[in-house]
Nanobody, 126 residues
């Protein structure tokens, strides 16, 4: 699975952005997908994940209620809608695919994800 994220940019606090992650390969619909982010000087952290069917989602506490993860398996794309952005959301955001097709566990740990796209920069000004 090859992944490419896009949609980042510069936005004022309180604003919104929608990130997209386009995947290659016909098996996309079989993989759980996740979004992670890494701020300068910090470790990469989990943001959100969605099951292969789209029926289950999980979020980091820091983004719950503000971010929404979704997917469209017909176009091999996963999205991250980010609302009410805060300066502390500034980071490089990456999408990732689970190591296993049709997995049961929807994971928040990076080691569970085997396929990573390049990041897209999100900068939130105060």
């Amino acid at each position: 699975v090859q992944l490419q994220a896009s949609g980042g940019g510069l936005v004022q606090a309180g604003g919104s952005l929608r990130l997209s992650c386009a995947a290659s390969g016909r098996a996309f619909s079989s993989y759980h997908m996740g979004w992670f982010r890494q701020a300068p000087g910090k470790e990469r952290e989990f943001v959100a994940a969605i099951s292969w069917s789209g029926s289950r989602t999980i979020y980091a506490d820091s983004v719950k209620g503000r971010f929404t993860i979704s997917r469209d398996n017909a176009v091999n794309t996963v999205y991250l809608q980010m609302n009410n952005l805060k300066p502390e959301d500034t980071a490089v955001y990456c999408c990732a695919a689970d190591r296993q097709r049709g997995g049961v566990v929807l994971a928040t740990t990076q080691t569970r994800y085997a396929y990573w796209g390049q990041g897209t920069q999100v900068t939130v000004s105060s």
